[in-house]
């Protein structure tokens, strides 16, 4: 099994209910241990819709990286997010694969670590709540450094 870091987000319906209901289906292949507390920010990148409600998760699955991405999208349309879309549609949920284990992914429709998550606050103050210790495989720095610069930066 591998720890998997999972970023969990919502801003379209009842949000709370989405993250939920997409808790309970991850679930079946991931064992959550750790949910990090969910913060209310509003939508960045030109996204749509209201504000979001953001969190983490740690867990451990036996799904190797491309089956666990999928596995996301999948719960991603079972809540209720279309097919294709675009980058800022508004989202009932949205799933992104932080960190796989210490890997580092690089496929045409996958990256790992997530190559954003270093600039999103709504992904690092979470992140630094439940593993303020983890060690980034690329920039072989700990999430709480990581998210002490993006503050230096007043992001």
């Known amino acids: 099994m591998v720890r998997v870091i999972i970023g969990v987000g919502s801003n379209k319906g009842d949000r709370e209910r989405n993250i939920i209901q997409s808790l309970k289906i991850m679930e079946k292949k991931i064992y959550i241990e750790k949910i990090s507390s969910f913060i209310e920010t509003e939508p960045e990148e030109n996204a749509d819709g209201g504000r979001f409600l953001n969190g983490v998760i740690e867990g451990k699955t036996s799904l190797k990286p491309h089956y666990?991405?999928?596995?996301?999208?999948?719960?991603?349309?079972?809540?209720?997010?279309?097919?294709?879309?675009?980058?800022?549609?508004?989202?009932?949920i949205d799933l992104d694969i932080i960190f796989y284990g210490s890997e580092v992914v690089k496929l045409n429709f996958l990256e790992i670590p997530h190559p954003r998550y270093k600039s999103r606050y709504f992904v690092l103050l979470p992140l630094v709540e439940i593993l303020p210790d983890f060690v980034d495989p690329v920039e072989k720095k700990k999430v709480k450094e990581i998210y002490r610069e993006l503050k230096k930066k007043g992001i």
């Not at 991603?76 to 508004?90: S, T, W």
């Open 68 to 92: 666990l991405f999928f596995f996301l999208k999948e719960i991603e349309k079972k809540q209720g997010r279309k097919f294709p879309h675009r980058r800022g549609d508004a989202r009932e």
